[in-house]
Every structure is written in structure tokens, then in C-alpha cells.
């Protein structure tokens, strides 16, 4: 469908160009090369409209899907010179999880640098929780069990069950998950899910979940949690191997065709879990499993806690919640590593791929932690 509509812009350039004067491309990180194409199909020429896009290579996550994050980071090789608009303000996240962020983000090599500032006025540190199983079935009990316990802590101290967010790097085939909803509708917490079909289902349908109606407890994969925020957000599985939030993938021949170098070496991985952490708005739980820690929690090692010891989801998780202290909009955090001198933060607005002078200003915005 995307190469009949480029074929069509080249064919009949006046036709189609003539009927806009700008193009609005959100998410720009994801665009697919069809996609591209058709953009560079509008932009080239004299008349062309101006072209402005917003993103974040931070969250490029769709390499699987034929996303090409080069054309983000070098908008202006592509699309010719443009001026850039950083936002580098956020208000959602906590000043820790955004400096754990960044310096997560620091380990992959091609990115373009930022200087996030927290503006939310809360912070509390994320906690890391070690559960231990003699077996996967024992460790999938567990952790059920250890998250449906956090969740009753938090609506213990007052939050709704719409305030609570949990996430897996899969959003089916892990029995975790599955214990996770169980251990939910065990005590009566209501809770909302997600599976791949929901994509194939009319919006007015019902999904599964007790409760789901009326809103509950989101239990999500880290995909479909972008664009959605929580104040209390829990990570199931921060672990090694091919469930967990780690630079693994799944053995899966199929995908590695589709699948860019970037994601076989963790990119795309860790920018996933950028994703899942920075839904947080108050609180955030990385539960793991004892002895196969994902690398990624040692990335982030300097800005969470850690309680004593392996949990034991057979006693009640302490009640150890942690009281937001003091954010500070003007603190800046350290900028991260970025391999390409030439880079700048933001998104790109451009008149055409030629590089003229655009008669009106147009811009390039970057969300930091959208």
C-alpha cells in the first residue's frame, strides 16, 4: 500500500503536493523505510511542504517491524538542513528514574545526547526485589504471588487500582504472567489486559480481565505500554534470557531476518526497557529472578535500593513505601555518551530533502521521556 502511494506522488508530484502545505510526523524514531520513502517522495521539490517531525531515539523499539532509526539521528543527511527544537523537560518521571535512564541509555553506542531535567517535583528511589525458585514453575508461583502483594500495598496506602502499572518485556508465552493475573483475581484486585488480539478486536470490545470495565490494574507488555504512564509501575522478570528485560532475544530465525544489527546487540533491547521504566510517575519495582540478574539492572545499579535479602512472597512484603521527596526542575542530569560529533537533540523540521532555505521556520522536536 505504501509503494502504490509513493508510486503515485512520483507519478503525479502536483497532484499531491499541492494539496498540503505541511506534514506532521509523530514518533518519527519509527518510521519504516516505505515510509520514508514516501516523506522524501512530498519533500523533494520546489513547492514541496514543509516537513516537520517529532520523536525520540531513545525509544526506537520497532526494529522488528522495519523501523530505521539512522533516519532520526541524521535527519539533515536525508532530509536536508532543518532547524531543531529540544525539549528536554519532563514532568512525568522522578529525578532518580530519569538519571537510572540516562545512564542506562549511556551504554548504547549510537544515540544522540540529551540533558533531561526532572520537573515533577517527587522522588523516591526504585527498588530491585530478588526472588529465588528452585524451578521456573516454583519462580512463576513466586512471582505471581511477590507482585499481586505489592499491589495491595499500594491500595493499602490509598491508590486506586488504575494507579498501578505491570509490565513484561512479553505480553504472552511466560508463565509469570500468568501467575501474575491469577495471584490478581485471587484476592479481588480488578485488572486490565492486554493480549496480541486485542489488535484484531473493535474498539468497543471488552478485554479479558476481572474488572477490566471498570478500569483495574494494567498488566501490559513493555510495547504496549508506550505513551501511558502510571504512578506505580512494576517490572516482572528483569532477568536474563529470552522473557526478560536483558540484551537476549528470543531464538527466533523469522525475526532475525527482519531484525537490524542494533537490536542483535542489545540496542533496541535496552531501549525497551527505557520505555517500561520511565512510565513510572511515583514508584518503581523491578522484580528479578536470584542468579540471573539482566545486565541492565547493573546499568542502573547507582540509583535503586535494594532490601535485605531474596523476597519471600510467602510473608507480606514490607511495608517499607517510600515518601516522594523534593524535586528540583533546575538540576540537570549528566548528558550521555553519544558516539556522533555532528548530532544534535530534537526533531527536525525541513522544507525538502534538497536543503533549501524553508520559507517559514519549521522545527524538529525531541521528547526526552514521551
Known sequence: MISNAVDAVVEDPDRFRDQYDHLLVDEFQDVSLGQIELLQAFTDGDDAPHLFCVGDDWQSIYGFRGAVIEYFVDFEEYFGSAAITELEETYRCLETVLEA???????????????????????????????????????????????????????????????????????????????????????GIPYDGKDDADSFRPPDTPRAGRGADDGGVSVFSAH????????????????????????????????????????????????????????????????????????????????????????DPGRSVRKSRLRPGLGNCGMRRPRARHTRGSSRTGAVGSNSSRGRTPPHRTYKSMLATA
Do not use: W
Open 101 to 187: 535512564s540516562t545512564d542506562l541509555i549511556a551504554n548504547n553506542a549510537d544515540q544522540i545526547d540529551k540533558d533531561p531535567i526532572a520537573c515533577s517535583g517527587r522522588d523516591t528511589t526504585p527498588r530491585v526485589h530478588t526472588i529465588a525458585g528452585t524451578d521456573d514453575r516454583q519462580y512463576a508461583i513466586r512471582v505471581g504471588e511477590y507482585a499481586a502483594t505489592l499491589v495491595e500495598e499500594y491500595l493499602e496506602a490509598r491508590s486506586d487500582p488504575n494507579d498501578v502499572m505491570i509490565l513484561s518485556r512479553y505480553d504472552s508465552g511466560a508463565d509469570f504472567v500468568n501467575r501474575v493475573t491469577s495471584a490478581l483475581e485471587d484476592r
Open 224 to 311: 504496549q505500554a508506550k505513551g501511558r504512564e502510571a504512578p506505580h509501575v512494576i517490572l516482572l522478570h528483569v532477568a536474563a534470557g529470552a522473557d526478560g528485560f536483558s540484551p537476549d532475544v528470543r531464538n527466533d530465525e523469522l525475526l532475525d531476518l527482519a531484525r537490524d544489527v542494533r537490536a542483535s546487540e542489545g540496542t533496541e533491547e535496552r531501549c525497551l526497557f527505557y520505555v517500561a521504566v520511565t512510565r513510572s510517575e511515583s514508584t518503581l519495582d523491578l522484580l528479578t529472578r536470584s542468579g540471573e540478574e539482566s545486565v541492565f539492572l547493573e546499568e542502573i545499579g547507582a540509583h535503586v535500593s535494594r532490601p535485605t535479602g531474596v523476597a
